[in-house]
């Protein structure tokens, strides 16, 4: 993974924002390798983290899998498929071309902005530009880490990379390790 960021997705109506949502659904985009990972195996993360059979009760929650091309199109249809399949249910999942807005800052790299002495580290390392903390993969990676995502081993080996302080590393280690 290099970035992510969160948005709206598969809407159309302009100017949207969290106070005027309209057709759009809340989503994650996230920019990836495919030569580190495959389109297949985002998927399978994404069918193992909800149930993609569930209907929504608001448009803004609806599930979603928006593709770039049509390479990505056909996977996201077959492995739709088989989950509905392994499920015995139909699923009720909208596979479309991707159209995407990103959401306002404050609803950026939401783990990390719960921990403020590690969002401050960061963001003073960007000079306060809202722009580049949200598109930076340090920044993603310690979010996820946050989280309780990613290897120990992973973490250990990219720890010194990820621009905090001393305290910052450490404090990071602990919440991995906490939130696995």
Not at 27 to 40: E, G, L, R, S, T
Not at 55 to 68: D, E, L, N, T, V
Request: glycine content about 8%.
């Amino acid at each position: 993974m290099l970035r992510t960021r969160v948005g709206y997705a598969g809407g159309s109506s302009a100017n949207v924002n969290y106070n005027n949502i309209g057709d759009w659904m809340e989503a994650i985009q996230i920019d990836f390798d495919p030569k580190q990972v495959h389109y297949k195996d985002l998927l399978e993360i994404f069918f193992a983290e909800h149930d993609a059979c569930d209907a929504p009760w608001k448009r803004q929650y609806a599930s979603g899998i928006f593709f770039h091309n049509e390479a990505q199109k056909e996977v996201a249809t077959q492995a739709l498929a088989g989950f509905g399949t392994a499920q015995g249910r139909k699923p009720v999942t909208e596979i479309a071309p991707v159209v995407f807005a990103t959401a306002e800052d404050y609803h950026q790299k939401y783990y990390l902005r719960q921990t403020h002495a590690l969002a401050a580290d960061l963001i003073a390392a960007f000079n306060k530009n809202e722009h580049n903390f949200r598109e930076s993969t340090a920044v993603a990676r310690v979010n996820g880490y946050l989280a309780g995502n990613g290897a120990a081993t992973d973490l250990a080996r990219e720890l010194k990379e990820l621009g905090l302080s001393e305290a910052g590393q450490k404090f990071l280690t602990l919440s991995h390790e906490r939130n696995r």
